[in-house]
């Protein structure tokens, strides 16, 4: 795939590449989200950022065709306090039902 830099020097897919492999993990979600659903497993996705903006765009443009019965998106706030309670607690509430994939947006 023919990739380019950006302004600052990162490694960027062209916009046709990107499309395609936009299509290609939308259609392996929703491949996803149909075994999950069948077998009734649980998933969590973490979506991480790296100093760049679109992985809430991406996030949307890859589960946008899925159920939304089968895909939830968590994306929660920095946390303010970390002493009144574990790191984890703040994800646990949010941990998938049988049958279904949670997507966090950021772990911080």
Do not use: C
């Amino acid at each position: 795939m023919g990739n380019k830099e950006d302004s600052n020097g990162n490694s960027r897919l062209k916009r046709k590449d990107y499309e395609k492999e936009l299509r290609q993990a939308s259609r392996r979600a929703l491949q996803a989200s149909g075994l999950v659903k069948h077998k009734g497993l649980r998933v969590i996705v973490v979506f991480e950022r790296s100093g760049r903006r679109w992985e809430g765009w991406n996030i949307r443009a890859i589960t946008e065709r899925v159920s939304p019965r089968v895909f939830r998106l968590v994306a929660l706030p920095a946390p303010s306090d970390g002493k009144s309670q574990m790191y984890m607690q703040r994800y646990m509430r949010h941990f998938p039902a049988a049958g279904e994939i949670v997507i966090f947006d950021r772990s911080w």
